[in-house]
């Protein structure tokens, strides 16, 4: 028997809630108290300027979202209609599609680092050197292109309904791991879950921090694929290369304006590829290697 295509008209009659706008207001909330337990236990883990700024990325980047909502459907309706097959839409499949969608956020996020084009969707959420509840609002303005990553799932046969509502959930789980407050966890819970240790190591700038525990919710990727780093000293956040700026449109777009001026500056196809999709952390012993061979022509 063939599977039931579902329309755009469904879905959208559905009114499926917005989870991260319902969320919105209490994460604030949570914020607020985060910072005021700071102020008062004289911890530095905010700045006012830094926080301001995150907020307003935050709520920009919700309102994109809302307002791209259409074209998003229209994507994974797509793609679900493309295939035969289907999973059925019950309790266990909201378990199933969380570790598939997991996985693929997690090699989503590993590109991301591993990538210049896909880094600059993702910088802005690193460069602050603080680390609280109010960095999870720091996602970058064109990190929705990263749609691409998630076609898999609804490949799958996983209900768009059911791909929603995890991938929102999956979200939201992000944003109380980025405190200072909650130390190591009990292992069981550290050995399978990423954890607000496990991801302040992620936004570490020491050394042997660097490119490591890019799971979402599940840690188990990273000790899978040998990215996995256990928190020991105490980390250092921001970037390698700060940017010192508070202003949204420097923080969201600086990575992209510099990938434009290397690309021009290119002497060639092979070099203006490099310029855009070279590793970040190789990125300027890649530009010393064609300067080196310019001289070597001169």
């Not at 259409?70 to 209609?81: D, E, R």
């Not at 109380?176 to 009990?186: A, D, G, S, V």
């Not at 777009?253 to 510099?258: A, K, M, V």
Request: with cysteine; net charge positive; hydrophobic share 45%.
């Amino acid at each position: 028997m063939a599977k039931e295509k579902i329309t755009f008209e469904q879905i959208v009659n559905l009114d499926l809630p917005n989870l991260i706008i319902i969320a919105t207001p209490i994460m604030i909330f949570l914020v607020a108290l985060e910072w005021l337990f700071s102020y008062k236990d004289k911890k530095d883990y905010y700045d006012g300027k830094d926080t301001l700024t995150a907020t307003f990325i935050g709520l920009v980047n919700a309102g994109m979202s809302a307002a791209i909502k259409v074209v998003t459907f229209g994507i994974i309706l797509f793609f679900y209609n493309l295939v035969p097959w289907a999973i059925p839409h019950t309790w266990w499949s909201y378990i199933l599609c969380l570790f598939w969608l997991d996985f693929w956020r997690y090699v989503a996020h590993r590109i991301a680092h591993e990538n210049r084009f896909w880094w600059a969707t993702h910088v802005t959420h690193h460069n602050s050197k603080k680390y609280n509840w109010s960095v999870s609002f720091r996602l970058s303005w064109t990190q929705h292109i990263k749609i691409v990553f998630f076609i898999p799932v609804v490949l799958a046969g996983f209900h768009p309904v059911v791909f929603f509502i995890v991938h929102q959930l999956a979200v939201l789980y992000q944003f109380w791991i980025h405190t200072e407050y909650i130390k190591k966890l009990p292992k069981p819970i550290e050995f399978f879950f990423v954890t607000p240790s496990h991801h302040r190591v992620h936004h570490a700038t020491n050394e042997q921090y660097l490119d490591k525990n890019y799971g979402s919710t599940f840690i188990i990727w990273d000790r899978i694929f040998g990215t996995f780093m256990e928190e020991k000293e105490q980390p250092i956040y921001g970037l390698t290369k700060q940017v010192d700026s508070y202003n949204p449109i420097t923080l969201n777009f600086h990575e992209w304006s510099d990938i434009v001026k290397d690309v021009r500056k290119s002497k060639s196809l092979k070099e203006a590829y490099a310029m855009m999709f070279t590793r970040p952390s190789l990125l300027e012993g890649v530009k010393n290697e064609y300067k080196e061979k310019e001289k070597v022509k001169v």
